[in-house]
C-alpha cells in the first residue's frame, strides 16, 4: 500500500478518517478504537458495595490494513491485540472509536451491510478444536455455511466442500471425520475452509499457529502466504511471536497495555525497532549462541506483575530507559519515515 509522506511530530501509519475509499476497495481502518471491559466483582468489592471496576483493553488504536495486505499485530498475552481483532468483526463493542471497512462503519445499522461484512470479514480463531462443532463431520460444517450464505446453489454444495478441502491441503477423505479424529494441523485447516467458503476480502487470524508444533506451524504460515497470493486476502495476524509475523507480514503494530507502541513496515521494525519495547520483544526471540547457552539482554525488566501507572507511559516500570519525564508524559506516535512510527518520548526520526 503506498504511503504519503508525513511531518516527523505526525503520527504515521494513522488512517486518514476523512479519506474516502473506492467501493471495492477491501480496506480496514480503525480508528482511535478503545474497548472497555467490567472486571468481576470480588467478595471485598460486594461487601464493600463498590461498582465493579473498568478494564481498559484497548486504549485508543489507529491502524489500516489495505487491499492484499498482512499486517502483524503482536504483543504479549494482556496486551490487548486478540480483543482488537475481536472488535473488528463485532465479537467486541468498542467503547470510543470507528471500525470502517470500504469506507462504512462496521456497526451500521444496515441488514444488507451486515450480511455482506459477515461474509467478506472473516475471522480464524487460535484453538480451533473449541471453534468447531464436535457433533458435525467436517463435511456438514463447511456445507452449513455454504448454505446459510447461499454461496454456491444447493445441487453443487458437496463440490464445492472438496473444493474447499484441496484449497486448505486436505485430502476429501477426511470430510466425514469429525473435529476429534483430526490432528491439531488439519483442525486448523479446517477452520482456514470454512472462513474462506464465503470468499471473504479479509481474514483476521488470532494465533493461527501458537498451539501448533512448529513443523506444524510452517506448514499453516506456508499455506496461508499461497493463499493470500492466489485469492488476494488482506490479513490481520495476530501473535505473541515476531518470528512468526516477520515472514508473513507486510508491515507489523506492537501493541503493550493496550496500545500501539511501535508500527511499520517490517523491515524497519526488525531492523530498526525504536520502542524499548519492541527491542525487548525482538531479544526474546530465541536464537542459538556460539556455545549453545542464551544469553538475556542487560538491563531489560521483565513480567506482567508490573501494573502500569495511571499516567505516563505504560512500559515506564519495565523499561531500562526511564526517567522522570516517562513517568509524568503519555508519549504520542512520533514519526521516524513515511512509514514508520513510535510512541516513545525518546524516539526521534535520527533513530531509524
Not at 456438514?140 to 474447499?164: I, K, N
Not at 505473541?240 to 497495555?257: E, G, K, N
Not at 530507559?321 to 535520527?350: I, M
Amino acid at each position: 500500500m503506498t504511503s504519503t509522506a508525513i511531518a516527523p511530530d505526525a503520527t504515521a501509519g494513522t488512517p486518514d478518517a476523512t479519506a474516502g475509499t473506492p467501493d471495492g476497495a477491501a480496506r480496514l481502518a480503525v480508528l482511535d478504537v478503545e474497548v472497555t471491559f467490567t472486571a468481576a466483582r470480588s467478595l471485598a468489592d460486594r461487601i464493600a458495595r463498590r461498582a465493579p471496576a473498568a478494564v481498559r483493553a484497548v486504549r485508543g488504536v489507529s491502524l489500516d490494513i489495505g487491499p492484499g495486505e498482512t499486517v502483524g499485530l503482536v504483543g504479549e498475552s494482556g496486551s490487548g491485540k486478540t480483543t482488537l481483532g475481536r472488535a473488528i468483526v463485532q465479537l467486541a463493542t468498542p467503547a470510543q472509536g470507528r471500525i470502517l471497512w470500504r469506507g462504512r462503519d462496521v456497526t451500521a445499522p444496515d441488514p444488507d451491510w451486515q450480511r455482506r461484512l459477515r461474509r467478506e470479514v472473516q475471522m480464524v480463531f487460535q484453538d480451533p478444536y473449541s471453534s468447531l462443532n464436535p457433533r458435525m463431520t467436517v463435511a456438514q460444517t463447511l456445507a452449513e455455511v455454504l448454505r446459510v450464505h447461499a454461496v454456491v446453489p444447493g445441487p453443487e454444495v458437496d463440490a464445492e466442500v472438496v473444493r474447499l478441502l484441496a484449497r486448505v491441503g486436505l485430502h476429501p477423505s477426511l470430510a466425514h471425520r469429525h473435529p476429534r479424529a483430526l490432528s491439531g494441523g488439519q483442525r486448523q485447516r479446517v477452520g482456514l475452509a470454512r472462513a474462506l467458503a464465503v470468499r471473504p476480502a479479509l481474514l483476521v487470524l488470532d494465533e493461527p499457529v501458537a498451539a501448533l508444533d512448529v513443523s506444524i506451524q510452517a506448514q499453516i504460515l506456508n499455506l496461508l502466504a499461497d493463499l493470500r497470493a492466489s485469492l488476494g486476502l488482506a490479513m490481520l495476524f495476530v501473535a505473541h511471536d515476531l518470528s512468526v509475523v516477520r515472514h508473513v507480514s507486510d508491515r507489523i503494530a506492537v501493541m503493550y497495555r493496550g496500545r500501539v507502541v511501535e508500527q511499520g513496515r517490517a523491515d524497519e521494525v526488525f531492523e530498526h525497532p525504536a520502542h524499548p519495547y519492541t527491542r525487548q520483544l525482538l531479544a526474546s526471540v530465541p536464537r542459538v549462541e556460539p556455545r549453545g547457552a542464551r544469553v538475556a539482554p542487560a538491563g531489560v525488566r521483565t513480567g506482567l506483575d508490573v501494573a502500569p501507572p495511571d499516567s505516563g507511559c505504560a512500559y515506564a516500570p519495565r523499561c531500562p530507559l526511564a526517567d522522570t519525564a516517562c513517568g509524568a508524559r503519555t508519549p504520542r506516535p512520533v514519526a521516524l519515515s513515511p512509514t514508520h512510527s513510535a510512541a516513545c518520548l525518546r524516539a526521534s526520526p535520527a533513530d531509524s
